[in-house]
T-cell receptor
Framework: AQSVTQLGSHVSVSEGALVLLRCNYS??????LFWYVQYPNQGLQLLLK??????LVKGINGFEAEFKKSETSFHLTKPSAHMSDAAEYFC?????????????FGKGTHLIIQP | DGGITQSPKYLFRKEGQNVTLSCEQN?????MYWYRQDPGQGLRLIYY???????QKGDIAEGYSVSREKKESFPLTVTSAQKNPTAFYLC?????????FGSGTRLTVV
């Protein structure tokens, strides 16, 4: 069975500071990994995904994530936080091939941007 | 533009009543999914369907039912057997290379 752990239900950073959201996964086979963002009362928007190609994945809005197999991690980073980045962020895992049986999500991290 | 439409956006239900949430997609995706979101719980899979006229239970299927009579539609019924139905419900579809999510339905039991 797959699982995802997101460390920190709330993360607060100052505008312009580095954003680091942590995600660790558990999977018996090399998985596909995803980061999604959710604004209040809206659906999920894909930020980026890892599908066994390059281990450093670049996404939208300046975000990127690095797949580290040895650490079973897929942490999300952004060099400089913007007020518009305040949202809920979810890490998710699927089996290789896209996960026809659905994605398994972490519990989410609420990102707070301090002015 | 292609996408997923969930309706209604807000839904109120009295205890003991069944209610159906609509999910329609025009992306020509084979697979569709229903997730439930509660604060601090992330998203949990209720049901999914990989093909018309077939569906499987997810992690929290008790108290819910679905149908998949058309490729475009995957309605979710929240039955009176669901003990705590107040939540945010998200529908998604997938080709296998990526997931597209609807904007959600917030269900409140009053």
């Amino acid at each position: 069975a797959q699982s995802v752990t997101q460390l920190g239900s709330h993360v607060s950073v100052s505008e312009g500071a580095l954003v680091l959201l942590r995600c660790n996964y558990s999977s018996s086979v090399p998985p596909y990994l995803f980061w999604y963002v959710q604004y209040p009362n809206q659906g999920l928007q894909l930020l980026l995904k890892y599908t066994s190609a390059a281990t450093l994945v670049k996404g939208i809005n300046g975000f990127e994530a690095e797949f580290k197999k040895s650490e079973t991690s897929f942490h999300l980073t952004k060099p400089s936080a913007h007020m518009s980045d305040a949202a809920e962020y979810f890490c998710a895992v699927s089996d290789p091939g896209g996960g026809a049986d659905g994605l398994t999500f972490g519990k989410g991290t609420h990102l707070i941007i301090q002015p | 533009d292609g996408g997923i439409t969930q309706s209604p956006k807000y839904l109120f239900r009295k205890e003991g009543q069944n209610v159906t949430l609509s999910c329609e997609q025009n992306l020509n995706h084979d697979a569709m999914y229903w997730y439930r979101q509660d604060p601090g719980q992330g998203l949990r899979l209720i049901y999914y369907s990989q093909i018309v006229n077939d569906f499987q239970k997810g992690d929290i299927a008790e108290g819910y039912s679905v149908s998949r009579e058309k490729k475009e539609s995957f309605p979710l019924t929240v039955t009176s057997a669901q003990k705590n139905p107040t939540a945010f419900y998200l529908c998604a579809s997938s080709t296998g290379y990526g997931y597209t999510f609807g904007s959600g339905t917030r269900l409140t039991v009053v």
